[in-house]
């Protein structure tokens, strides 16, 4: 367990988010493109989909169709940054978003003052 995390230290930021999960350069295995928003605070400490404990520090998304578990690499194609999510439920609940990310997530992209942000979806891992 410890090596990931030694090689996990050596990524930028916003791909060091889950210990043993190290994400290089490899093509995404699909995308998309669409705006991304993110969880009110309210939802602090409410089950996800999956049945998580929703927190806004950790790396995660709501997507209405990709597995639970599948890794993103979530691209704010308006300023270039990035982050690596999990999904762990099911929305967003407008229709004219793709996804919702934690507070956490949104930060990294640099978007919370915006509300949301134009983003392209790459999906690094499937989940099962």
């Not at 916003?14 to 939802?43: C, E, H, K, M, W």
Request: charged fraction near 25%; glycine fraction near 8%.
């Amino acid at each position: 367990m410890a090596t990931p995390l030694i090689f996990s230290a050596c990524l930028p930021a916003t791909q060091r988010t889950n210990p043993g999960i190290v994400i290089g350069d490899n093509a995404p295995l699909a995308f998309d493109r669409g705006t991304a928003s993110f969880y009110a605070d309210s939802f602090e400490g409410k089950s996800t989909a999956n049945g998580e404990i929703f927190r806004q520090d950790q790396m995660t998304a709501a997507h209405r169709t990709y597995p639970f578990g599948t890794i993103l690499r979530i691209i704010n194609t308006s300023n270039n940054r990035e982050a690596i999510v999990r999904v762990n439920d099911r929305g967003p609940a407008k229709d004219s978003r793709l996804i919702d990310l934690s507070r956490r997530a949104a930060e990294d992209l640099r978007m919370v003052r915006e509300g949301t942000a134009p983003v392209r979806v790459e999906v690094l891992q499937w989940g099962k």
